[in-house]
């Protein structure tokens, strides 16, 4: 079974600073991952995926984030946050076995960005 | 035009009614998916159908049906709504080509039982 832990449901961070979201993830075979962003009143909006090769994925929006299998990490970044970045943010992993592509999500984290 | 559409966007509606939630895409993917979206759940899969004969259950089926109605449709439905379904709903999409593509999501339909 797989599953995402996101630490911390909240975040503030004052625009122009690092934004560091954190996900950690289980699962029984190689992973794959995903980081979702939700703005107020609209769906889900793919961010970034990681696969297979490079772990280091660069994304929508200025925003990375890299694959750590020793540490079952995929926390997201972002060198300077904007006030746009202001929304709800969701890891997600799904196990890479061809015709099981069911996403498992996190608890989001809700990011607030201060002027 | 959205590739995925939900509709409604909002529903009020009383205990024991019966609702039709209903999810519309244009981007040509066999996959369809349904999730409910609560405060400090995140989004948890109801159910799920792989092409329009396949039709899976998710994590949390209990008091939910749906129908494939054509590769482009496909309708949550709750026979007799509860409080406890209040929730944000989520249709979502994914082409198969490949393995494991982002799923695209509709903008939802919030629902709220009396």
């Known amino acids: 079974a797989q599953s995402v832990t996101q630490l911390g449901s909240h975040v503030s961070v004052s625009e122009g600073a690092l934004v560091l979201l954190r996900c950690n993830y289980s699962s029984s075979v190689p992973p794959y991952l995903f980081w979702y962003v939700q703005y107020p009143n609209q769906g889900l909006q793919l961010l970034l995926k990681y696969t297979t090769g490079a772990t280091l994925v660069k994304g929508i929006n200025g925003f990375e984030a890299e694959f750590k299998k020793s540490e079952t990490s995929f926390h997201l970044t972002k060198p300077s946050a904007h006030m746009s970045d202001a929304a709800e943010y969701f890891c997600?992993?799904?196990?890479?076995?061809?015709?099981?592509?069911?996403?498992?999500f996190g608890t989001g984290t809700r990011l607030t960005i201060i002027p | 035009d959205a590739d995925v559409t939900q509709t409604p966007r909002n529903r009020i509606t009383k205990t024991g009614k019966r609702i039709m939630l209903e999810c519309s895409q244009t981007k040509g993917h066999d996959r369809m998916y349904w999730y409910r979206q609560d405060p400090g759940l995140g989004l948890r899969l109801i159910y799920y159908s792989f092409d329009v004969k396949d039709i899976n259950k998710g994590e949390i089926s209990d008091g939910y049906s749906v129908s494939r109605q054509a590769q482009a449709k496909f309708s949550l439905s709750l026979e007799s709504a509860i409080p406890n379904q209040t929730a944000l709903y989520f249709c979502?999409?994914?082409?198969?080509?490949?393995?494991?593509?982002?799923?695209?999501f509709g903008d939802g339909t919030r629902l709220s039982i009396l």
């Open positions: 997600a992993v799904s196990e890479a076995n061809f015709g099981n592509e069911k996403l498992t």
């Open positions: 979502a999409t994914s082409d198969p080509t490949g393995g494991n593509q982002p799923q695209h």
